[in-house]
């Protein structure tokens, strides 16, 4: 093969984002010589992600817009920047088929830095993954699969999965009514007595037929005592070639299930005690994980989410079909043919872009543990409430375990008040369990972040939160 | 008590505001047919339904969009060196000097007789779904708030918290904000006037229109 | 001089004032000789120099008369539009105290009315029969325009005033006695509040169709649908000097002239368009729309022409007396009719009973339907092969009686067999469980095995179409373009892409759930049973019968542009397996304007469904109303069409209306609106009169989205407003629901 660079440094990517994302698009692009433009709104212009890319963008390297979630937006900086393909990063577009379609479709084509639109479409929809898990052997849920429109087949179900439930040795089985159509947390409720499964059932129905048109509902078992696993999975355009690279548990959440603390790869059974075979749940997420990923032609970078019970059974929940977050922390760990420094947003820039993998599973292994802080201005003692205000001070001490991503300037700024109120991401990497929550206490300790709000109280942030739970890691 | 004279005065010194027309979003800028030094309107008509006079036309993806003089007044400045370029999101495209209005004399006027209730961060601002209704259907100027009421709901960082309004009771005589637009901290989201001040308010909308003459 | 001296003088002065008005101009050189004249004569008057005053009068009265004679042959359209509006012009007052004998004005009481414009009376005429005097009541319905004051608002009534006139027509049905209405209105006053304008008129029209008295209507000014409001008659009798159109020629002028937001048409554009709309009664004659002229004096009638009111008198006699006859199954009908038509016969001096038998008024009814029904076919373009035509024919000869059989006879009985067979079945349910009760609790076991399984494993679902593809996508999906939404400044609608507005989003903004049109076609192939859409009489096609300059060539752009030949689909389909007659007006051609090919193949779209008991749902795609350049040729459709719907109804037929895009005027103000059932698409405007029409008629300004049809429910003139991704399946439940399980006929 020549010199595969050349064919890339043809391209331009529009960095369809913001904030610390926005920034490691853009330092990918430049690692893999590929020419970038990217976008910011007035709110975020003390972003360092619009510092960034004026100092590294070069002409039509930055452009102000009035919204990111406008495609239109997107697409005319795009034209006029002679861009070439789109990164969504994620949020906003990422998950969006028709944003990739239209990428993909319109009279001025580009790539779409994702999975070919179909494949967001089929697995974006949560009945589609099911069925296409069940039909895989992959385990699911236990419930339908299907929308359920009439009501006395609603409630056969949900005696079935009451009984299903107490079978298992559940003291207090849960059925979840779920909208169909729904998502987002959107017309969910739960059932604890099946006397009240009907009227809570018409509630649903009646709201989703309101809200999506579709009074379909899907009846689940309502699952409680659980880790939350993730699969990283990545495939080039051949739509043949999909790897992983490893597991990630993202237990450590807010009270509304936001990921706070995240650590590859899954479980640790050589420090932690669990009531199952830990590798082999591991092995048993990563195989069904990658089977469904062969079966759809999985062509970028996904995970797959699963939800582990204490007694060790897996079941899929969902697959996003983007870069996410934490994708960081499996990177830190991955060693592809012996190297580290493994960046999966250039590989997903890289292959998305027409370059082969050049790997196989053979060719990557994992060292040591890695873990992800969120650090966000929020009060997690007063239910994660987000504070606004001014960050007057943001300091960390380097070390070579540790990368800091973040869109805050080291001078004082603004918190922008219409985003998520991520501020920054730390990936710690330690030898083992031991060394890694060593480190990053170190890290937390280290930390200066200071800031006041308008009121002239002094910020509030979740470094104490996280320094609560770092000892819990990889705990069941 | 608040001085109407002194502050008309003040007024009546500069009674103009300069309004920059800016671009909505990105596209390419036609210029309409207009100069320096023209008169442009306004939306008008009893509704506001008739638009007012087209500045540029703005187009984005194939889709031209028309952009009207957001008030009436006067052309100060067209920025023609972006004629036919590819702008940016709100770039300037047309600076009018505009003579402020009866209406927006009173208001200026009022913002100094009412009390203001504060945003106390920048956000999202909504009336409660309660008052809301309340405003819909009845007169302006004639609900009645409290002080501890709940009366807004805050909205930022995809995070929707109660707030809470606090001051002398009394009716919600103006409004400072749009629903879909961000508040600055510290601006006013809404003027209360005492019941029993009411009269007072009433005579300085009075003062206001025998002494403010409009062009 | 005396008073009475003074006062014909005066009478000059109006004669010539009211030549001046009508004239406008024209005929200067009679107008300042007649002027001259009479200011020469009052000069003397004033000098007291006449020497034979009365005489010289006389001789002045004499020149009057000369000269308004011979300016009569010359007066144009326009003239005859100016005459009708004059405050000189004759009112129904003035009919109501000279034609009959005594009236009692009900319900108003000058401008004490529900609405002044509009005047109910109940009148007698006493005739004799030899020395006998016979006293017979009628109920006079017509537009007042009170010579001109204020509040008579020129005879525009409100939609209350329409109301009041078919409460009216209701109680002369109960009482029996005939209606005669005195048609003088330049249109009906286009506000929407209940009941409003356009379906107000409809409810008239569908009375008046099936009303069970004579009707006789005299028309004055004719103005389309407020004339019809109370114009359906068995007889329609119209002043030589009247008007009856379309639309006013101003009106016409100012969407020839392209007229916009207050402008004026220039006065040539508006005499020829009064001359192109062919308005007048040779005109309207000549098409068969009225039924005989009565002559005028010279320059048109007013309060003063005695002779006229005479005249009119007997005008109405005939006309009540002949439709009272054609409705009896008298052995003298014949005699009677051609007795009555002599010359020189006093009808006051012919006493006939007025009342009818119920089997007599049955065939009125029938009569007056088949009359309407026959008219204004030569006025669309039938293309239909000979054979075709001839097969039609004969289908409707030999299908009619079947399906009768089928429907009246056939379907009653099989209900009982059904009743009994189900019966039977319901014991045999329960025979066979007693059977297999030994055997229960094996399954039991096997049953809760499946359960496990099924809540983990893939379950059939042969109902997986999770991505619903559209039958059809409006062509302009393929265009890569940005749209705006009109809703954007309210709700802050991002722009969305053509691509997918137009395919996946069918239409429906994503943010605010704003309709944007779409074609005819997105329904036709999105709502019906996919290849079940059969057209019928596609080969009526839209014509030029007013000649009308250069509409040929408009028509066939139209035809070309959207390849049908009229702005009305006709055909059969099925939904949900349901067969139905669907008649549906496409805004695309012409605007959705309706004309005689429009007007007959609904007619024959309705008699289709009657024939073969499907239900009948006429969806409007878009409608600007009737067709202007076809003048009465298109208003005539109104009550045609209704009465075509009242047949199909009155049959026990399920009449739906679903509105799309923009509907107003004529169409739903007779048989859009006389349906029990109306829905509308989201985003779409219902009304009389669009906004542009309202400013320019009464000067009054229209609120935005005054005819929205959510105002439209608000204010009661619609049933529902659908999504339009929703039609087929709330067209399906309403069929269900409304038809019931004998779906087509009740």
Redesign the interface.
Known sequence: MENPRTELSGHRVLVGNRGEIAIRIMQACLKLGVAFTAIYTPEDKESTHVSFAREHGGEHGLYMVS?Y????ELMAVADVSGCTAVHPGYGFFAEDF?FAR?VV???RKMIFLGPSWKII?ELG?K??TK?LA??LGV??V?????PIYDEMEAEN?AE??F??QL?QGIDHPLVLIKASAGGGGMGIEEVDDIDQFRSVYRRVRNYAARQF?DEGVLIE?RVTDFNHLEVQIIGDRSGKNQVHFGTRNCSIQSTGRQKRLEVAPGFDPSVNEYNFDANKVLDAITQYSLTMAREVGYDSVGTWEWIVTRQGAPFLMEVNTRIQVENGVSASIARVKGQAGVDLIAEQIRTGLGEPLGYTQQDIEFEGFALEYRLIAEAPENNFTPWVGTIDRFRWKEHPWLSVHTQVPKSPYNIPTEFDPNLALAIVWGKDLGELKERGLVFLKELELQGHNAAGEPMKNNIAFLMEKTPQILKF | MLNISDLLEQIKQNPYREIVVRTPHTGVVNFADIKQGQAVHGPE???K?RSGTRLATLT????P?PIYAPEKGVVDKVYSEYENAFVENATPLVTIRHHLTREEVENIILREALHLFRAPERAKYYFTPEIDAKMKSSDPGSVVIRDGQELFIMSRMKRELPLYYSGPEGVIYAIYFKP?DNVDADAPLIGVCPQEELPNIKEVIMRVQTEWQEN | MDNLFLKRIQSLRDRLSYMQDIFAGKHADSVSLLLQKLDEFTEKVNNDSLTNPYDELVALEDLFKYVEARLDASITPLDKVRIVRHPQRICLRDILENVYDNFTEVGGQDEHSIDPSMVIARAVIIRRRGKKRYTQSVMVIGQEKGHGAEFRNGGSVKPWGNAKARQFMRVAETEGIPVHTYIFTPGSFPIEDYPGAAQQIARNIYCMAGLRVPVVSVISEGGSGGAEAIGLADKRLMLSNGYYSVISPEGAAAIEGHCRGGERPSQELVEKCACNLKLTAEDNLRFGYIDKIIQEPPLGARSYHFDFFRQLRQEILLATDEVVLSAKLSPFKKIGVSHRNKPGVNLDEMYMRWSLTQSAKTRLVKKRQNKFLKLSREAAVDKRPFLTKALHTLDDLVMTPVNEFKYEFYRKHQRKIHAFLEEAENEWDVFRSWLRKPFGKQEEQKVKEA??S??????T?SD?Q??KRWNYLSPRYK??????CPNAEIY?C??L?G??LFA?FAGVCSNCGHHFPMEPEWYVRNVFDVGTVMEFNEEIEAGNPLEYPNFDKTIRAAQEKTGCKSGCMTFEARIDNIKVVVAMLMGTFRGGSFGAAEGYKFVEAAQRATKNRYPFIAYVHGTAGIRIQEGTNGVIQMPRCTIAVHRYIENGGLYMVLYDTNSFAGPVASFLGCSPYQFAIRSSNIGFAGPGVIKSTTGM?V??HYHSCYKAMDRGHIQGIW?R??MRHNLIQALQTIGGRNLYYR
């Open positions: 919204s979630h406008d495609a239109n028709r239209r479709k319109r009279d479409r929809d009945i589609n069925r069940r039909s385990p699911t236990p419930g339908s699969d299907r179900i079935d999965v009984d299903f079978q048109k078992q | 008509g009893q509704w339904e984005r993806e194939r889709n969009k879909s | 359960v496990s099924e809540l983990t494993s893939l379950s679902w997986g999770r991505h265009i890569d373009q940005a749209v705006t802050g991002p722009d892409w691509p997918d996946e300004d609120p935005p999504d991704r929703q």
